[in-house]
């Protein structure tokens, strides 16, 4: 079973164009910061941004998530989704649910969805954003 943090995520509804709604998403990974990992966005597509968080001077992947955008019926949507993590099982480990567990790296991504849902709705006060903690 998976943590019920793996179900966070932000959802967009905006009238900005898809390659600009793509743009604050890259954007919006530079405004994250943590002593102890980064946060990069890596490939983008016309669709899509992909993003990674490392322990800062390692390779190692601790957690991946993308935004999805879509345009559609005159207007653009967009959606964070966690597609790979690590947890910290924490204390005795058959004593912890799966689903309490903790994702490594969360605080940044929920970071990241304040930041994206901000950047969206500075430039679109009308767009419609749904944050979903997965707490």
């Known amino acids: 079973m998976k943590p019920a943090q793996s179900r966070a995520s932000v959802s967009i509804g905006t009238s900005l164009p898809a390659p600009r709604v793509l743009e604050l998403a890259k954007l919006a990974a530079r405004q994250v910061t943590d002593p102890d990992r980064r ?8 669709s899509a941004v992909d993003l990674i968080v490392r322990p800062l001077g390692e390779k190692t992947e ?5 935004v ?18 690590g947890v910290d099982t924490g204390g005795v480990r058959a004593l912890v649910p799966p689903v ?9 991504y929920r970071t990241y969805m304040q930041q994206l849902a901000s950047a969206v709705q500075n430039e679109d006060p009308m767009a419609i954003v749904t944050v979903m903690t997965g707490d």
């Not at 999805?68 to 790979?84: E, K, L, N, Y």
């Not at 309490?100 to 940044?108: N, P, S, V």
Request: a positive charge; charged letters at 35%.
């Open 68 to 85: 999805q955008v879509d345009r559609g019926g005159g207007r653009t949507t967009a959606r964070t989704s966690i597609v790979d993590f």
């Open 39 to 46: 946060l990069r966005a890596e490939d983008r597509t016309s």
């Open 100 to 108: 309490r567990r903790k994702i490594i790296g969360f605080a940044m």
């Open 62 to 66: 601790i957690l991946r998530f993308d």
